[in-house]
């Protein structure tokens, strides 16, 4: 870690500032987070929703899934349960961020054609 240019004193060349605040209060975590999620989840074929940059989709012929990235919540939508566990192991290992706990929660809905 080096002084930001301009804050040198002279003869305190190689002294630093220890950080009080931990990463977790500063306001650009959620940035960060954001944008390691986005790196990640785009990796994994996932294509960003043209209205809300938050919301990801995955579309094939086997499974449909929509993911909701809310501050550090996220919501996972699919039609192939299988699909949706493998994408949360995905999203564990290239995160591997011990905040990341997932609650399962199944809604069913039939489309029943007339």
């Known amino acids: 870690m080096e002084q930001p240019k301009g804050f040198a004193l002279l003869g305190n060349k190689y002294k630093i500032?220890?950080?009080?605040?931990?990463?977790?209060?500063?306001?650009?975590?959620?940035?960060?987070?954001?944008e390691k999620f986005d790196y990640v989840i785009l990796e994994y074929d996932f294509k960003h929703n043209s209205a809300d940059k938050c919301i990801y989709s995955k579309f094939t012929n086997d499974f449909d899934m929509i993911i909701y990235l809310y501050m550090d919540d996220i919501l996972i939508i699919g039609t192939n349960i299988n699909d949706v566990n493998d994408t949360?192991?995905?999203?564990?290992?290239?995160?591997?961020?011990?905040?990341?706990?997932?609650?399962?929660?199944n809604f069913w809905y039939q489309n029943k054609k007339t």
């Not at 605040?21 to 954001?34: A, D, E, N």
């Not at 949360?88 to 929660?105: A, D, M, P, S």
């Open 17 to 34: 500032c220890k950080l009080i605040k931990s990463l977790y209060g500063l306001k650009q975590t959620p940035k960060q987070w954001h």
């Open 88 to 105: 949360k192991k995905y999203l564990t290992f290239k995160i591997q961020n011990e905040r990341l706990k997932w609650r399962r929660y």
